[in-house]
């Protein structure tokens, strides 16, 4: 247990940022799981839901509650799911985003 002032607060901002950063991370796993399951569904869901959670992604990874390279790679393997899904499908596939 922490002695000093500054050390009990400090205790108690880690315990809201792990809370804060769990619920983040969860987030992002559901939205990645929707990407899966919508692509047993329609192209248009499928594509809805990328965006989601990629928005997600990003966002994370911008505020360093997941690696920035994490992101990417989980980002990189939803796109590859999504072009498969659309060229299987004969859909044309979503412009690409430009580079920020």
């Known amino acids: 247990m922490p002695h000093t002032k500054s050390a009990k607060k400090n205790l108690r901002k880690t ?29 248009d869901k499928l594509r809805a839901e990328f965006i989601l959670a990629v928005r997600k992604l990003d966002k994370a990874a911008a505020k ?3 690696h920035p390279n994490t ?19 004969g859909a044309t596939p979503p412009p690409q985003q430009p580079a920020p």
């Open 71 to 89: 992101a990417a790679r989980k980002k990189s393997q939803l796109a590859r799911l999504l072009n498969q899904k659309l060229a299987s499908a």
């Open 64 to 66: 360093r509650i997941i």
């Open 15 to 43: 315990e809201k940022r792990r809370l804060r950063n769990r619920a983040a991370k969860r987030t992002i796993k559901t939205h990645c799981k929707r990407v899966i399951a919508a692509a047993q569904e329609s192209p």
